[in-house]
């Protein structure tokens, strides 16, 4: 069975700081997906990124990184020099190929605050 | 180009009455998938169309819940009757290919009073 691990239930960070989101998976799939999605206060979900199983490389975008490591089935997110506007919760997620008709399987979310 | 719609946004119902949700993908998108999130719980998955044709509906509580997907185009979701647990925040969200990314909508939050 799948299943997605957000340990971190809140998180509160001070503007400029860097802040890392863990996220653990369970899979039985060789072949799976990895996303993250944020959800701001406005409520709708906005999709960040997908990553399929077999590409470990991480990926930058502007202040957003991505560590995916297969070895530790971990998928964690990094914000660098966070801003008020990253404030919201964070959800990360896994899809199966096989059987599970690529439905997703969140975590429980991290609520990310950040201060000025 | 639009993105995925659900109407209404918001639903307050008394107990063993009917609400209906609707949910209208992004063009093209033959995968459509409804989720839920109940207070204080993870998003899980009801169920999964392509096109017209239910995929999955290994996720949906019990029978007072009933999708359609007419045309293979928008989504309904009925509940009959509601009940308290019913209450909470009704995700649609629609892929172009299965295992693509899912693209969601901004939710119907539905409280049953």
């Known amino acids: 069975a799948q299943k997605v691990t957000q340990a971190q239930t809140e998180i509160s960070v001070v503007e400029k700081e860097d802040v890392t989101l863990d996220c653990v998976y369970e899979t039985r799939d060789t072949t799976y997906y990895l996303f993250w999605y944020k959800q701001p206060p406005s409520g709708e979900l906005v999709f960040l990124i997908r990553r399929n199983s077999f590409d470990e490389q991480n990926e930058i975008s502007g202040r957003y990184s991505w560590n995916f490591q297969k070895s530790t089935s971990s998928f964690n997110f990094t914000i660098t020099a966070s801003q008020v506007v990253d404030s919201a919760v964070y959800f990360c997620?896994?899809?199966?190929?096989?059987?599970?008709?690529?439905?997703?399987?969140f975590g429980k979310g991290t609520l990310l605050t950040v201060n000025p | 180009e639009a993105g995925v719609t659900q109407f209404p946004s918001h639903s307050v119902i008394e107990k063993g009455q009917t609400v209906t949700l609707r949910c209208d993908p992004i063009s093209g998108h033959d995968n459509l998938y409804w989720y839920r999130r109940v207070m204080g719980k993870e998003i899980k998955f009801l169920l999964h169309?392509?096109?017209?044709?239910?995929?999955?509906e290994s996720g949906m509580p019990n029978n007072r819940f009933l999708a359609e997907r007419t045309g293979g185009t928008y989504s309904t979701l009925k509940v009959q009757p509601a009940e308290l647990e019913d209450s909470g925040v009704y995700f649609c969200a629609s892929s172009q290919a299965p295992g693509g990314t899912q693209y969601f909508g901004p939710g119907t939050r539905l409280l049953v009073l």
């Open positions: 169309f392509v096109k017209e044709s239910k995929q999955d």
């Open positions: 997620a896994l899809s199966e190929a096989r059987r599970s008709n690529y439905k997703l399987t």
